[in-house]
C-alpha cells in the first residue's frame, strides 16, 4: 500500500507558476509509475503528467511545454512544476501511484487560477 499527501495548491494570477509536492510513503519500493491528474468542477478527471520509476515523463497534450514533472527519489517526493497558468488550470489536482497490486491516490490539491 502507498499513501500519498500533495501539497502547494493555492490561488494564482494568470501568468503565474505554482509548484505542486506530492509525497509518497508506504511500499515505495513497489512503484512503478506516478502521476498528476486533474479534476475542474463538472468535468472529467484528467491526465496532466505521468513519471515512470525510471524516469520517463509523459505529458497531456495542453500541458506540454508549460508543465513538468520530476521526482526526488530521496525524499520519496514528485513535483509538478506548473507556469504560464491559465484559469482554465483551475482545478482539484491528485497524484497517484502505480503499483502491480493497484492504484493509489491521494486526497488532492485545490489550485485557482484568476483572469
Known amino acids: 500500500q502507498v499513501q500519498l499527501v500533495e501539497s502547494g495548491g493555492g490561488l494564482v494570477q494568470a501568468g503565474g507558476s505554482l509548484r505542486l509536492s506530492c509525497a509518497a510513503s508506504?511500499?515505495?519500493?513497489?512503484?512503478?509509475?506516478m502521476g498528476w491528474y486533474r479534476q475542474a468542477p463538472g468535468k472529467q478527471r484528467e491526465l496532466v503528467a505521468t513519471?515512470?520509476?525510471?524516469?520517463?515523463?509523459n505529458y497531456a497534450d495542453s500541458m506540454k511545454g508549460r508543465f513538468t514533472i520530476s521526482k526526488n527519489n530521496a525524499k520519496n517526493t514528485v513535483y509538478l512544476q506548473m507556469n504560464s497558468l491559465k484559469p482554465e488550470d483551475t482545478a482539484l489536482y491528485y497524484c497517484?501511484?502505480?503499483?502491480?497490486?493497484?492504484?493509489?491516490w491521494g486526497q488532492g490539491t485545490q489550485v485557482t487560477v484568476s483572469s
Open positions: 497517484n501511484s502505480v503499483l502491480f497490486t493497484g492504484v493509489y
Open positions: 513519471i515512470t520509476s525510471g524516469g520517463m515523463t
Open positions: 508506504g511500499s515505495i519500493s513497489s512503484i512503478r509509475a
